[in-house]
């Protein structure tokens, strides 16, 4: 079941380089289209959502975010860059909900993700709340410590449809954080940021939503943070092959290797003074080392080698095996 959230209006230019106000779209969805024939799309007025938002801020199943920063884990970005290769071909950006805890301190650790479906027109947003039940349910008998915590979506930036759907999730979870992918390259990079929405009003009357960039600490270990800059720092035609990627691997660690070398040579000869950490870390490094003769260590670098050829031609022939068999299948059915 899709849920239309209202109208959208285009956003006021930005007060601050670091804030985005929105038109307050609560009187809006008042005035937005009715719903279709078939009753799978309902329209929601203002009455109902501040009915709703104030039966969530009584709720006691929900859980109360006052985040002054944000933490996320590396699978989450991969997931989003997933679900937005993998989108419809008509939609221009995907979004989902963000799922994780909220530390003592404040942080919002967001751990876990999934995708929404929605659609967007030229004067509403439409989501179907079904779906995303669900897969909350889903992920609850997985790993019930993992809640809402807020929404992403890709795309620069906060847009016009931003503030109806963070409306939307205001209902699932009080002060949700937002989360923005920058799938297009924007700034020549693949850029992520972190918001929370507060209301601004005069008086009694909602006059916009303001979203307020916070700080973003993205968790990855090596291996992560290598895929990770590759999908940041430009766009590619191609991901790297494992020989290619070996090779830059190789180049980098002969780049720190040259470093430390360096380093101790400045230590021997008293331009640099000794640091007992970094000896001892240098000592380790070493010590863990395997002592292999040249002969030994190129003998086993080249049956890895034949290994992974070896894999690599067995998919290859599977791959046709069942090409030929799809084809093979389609031809018996149309005769």
Request: aromatic fraction near 6%; charged fraction near 20%.
């Amino acid at each position: 079941m899709k849920e239309t959230l209202g109208r959208k209006r285009e956003p006021n230019p930005p007060t601050h380089p670091e804030l985005l106000v929105l038109p307050c779209l609560r009187c809006a969805a008042a005035t937005s289209a009715s719903a279709s024939a078939a009753g799978a799309t309902s329209s929601i007025s203002s009455d109902s959502i501040a009915l709703q938002a104030m039966a969530a801020a009584t709720s006691p199943s929900l859980l109360f975010l006052s985040s002054s920063s944000a933490r996320v884990e590396a699978v989450v970005l991969f997931n989003i860059c997933d679900s937005y290769v993998r989108r419809p071909d008509q939609a221009e950006r995907v979004i989902g909900t963000l799922l994780g805890s909220v530390l003592p301190d404040g942080t919002v650790h967001v751990r876990n993700s999934y995708v929404v479906p929605h659609s967007e027109s030229a004067d509403q947003v439409a989501i179907d709340i079904e779906y995303h039940h669900n897969m909350y349910a889903s992920h609850q008998k997985v790993n019930p410590k993992e809640v809402i915590v807020g929404w992403f979506s890709t795309g620069f930036g906060v847009s016009a449809g931003s503030t109806l759907i963070h409306d939307f999730y205001s209902r699932e979870v009080q002060n949700p954080i937002h989360v923005t992918v920058d799938t297009g390259f924007t700034r020549g990079e693949a850029s992520v940021k972190a918001y929370i929405s507060t209301n601004l009003s005069l008086g009694d009357r909602h006059l916009a939503a303001q979203f307020q960039e916070i700080p973003l600490d993205l968790r990855m270990i090596e291996a992560q943070k290598t895929g990770y800059e590759i999908l940041k720092s430009t766009m590619v035609e191609k991901l790297p092959s494992d020989l290619e990627g070996m090779e830059s691997s190789m180049e980098k660690l002969y780049t720190l290797i040259d470093d430390i070398y360096k380093y101790v040579d400045d230590v021997v000869e008293g331009r640099v003074a000794p640091d007992n950490t970094i000896g001892r870390f240098i000592s380790d490094s070493i010590a863990s080392m395997p002592k292999l003769s040249p002969a030994a260590f190129d003998k086993l670098f080249n049956d890895k080698i034949q290994d992974n050829l070896a894999l690599v031609y067995l998919s290859s022939i599977t791959r046709t095996q069942i090409s030929i068999a799809e084809k093979l299948n389609t031809a018996a059915q149309i005769l």
